[in-house]
């Protein structure tokens, strides 16, 4: 439930149009019981309607949580933006899986995967 009092411009009602969400461009009180609205429905065109206080039920304000809100846990964004970047860590460097394991191999090695054996398609392997 809406009040009329709390249709203010740049608000988004639910309840003015059917199946629609319009912004109030202008609100005119005539006495304590009636605002006339003016507003643009989703199309971008304009109307205009007089709202009573009995009509106060149906209407509902618009959510202000959009696509683009700021309200969303940080710590799972730090955990989603950690994730990608390990994810495309390979593009910027080759050797990743020597630099981050706990093996130290020698350069002769290093050598001989990255510049041997990683080249040869199909890779052949005798165990």
Known sequence: MVRLEELTKGTQVKGILPNSLVTIVDAQWHGSDVVELTYK???????????FRDKENSLELATSAGAWSFTADGANFRLVSEAHRIRLAHLFDPLLAVHTSLVEPLPHQITAVYGEMLTRQPLRLLR
């Open 41 to 51: 429905d989703a199309s971008g065109a304009l109307g205009n309607e007089l709202v």
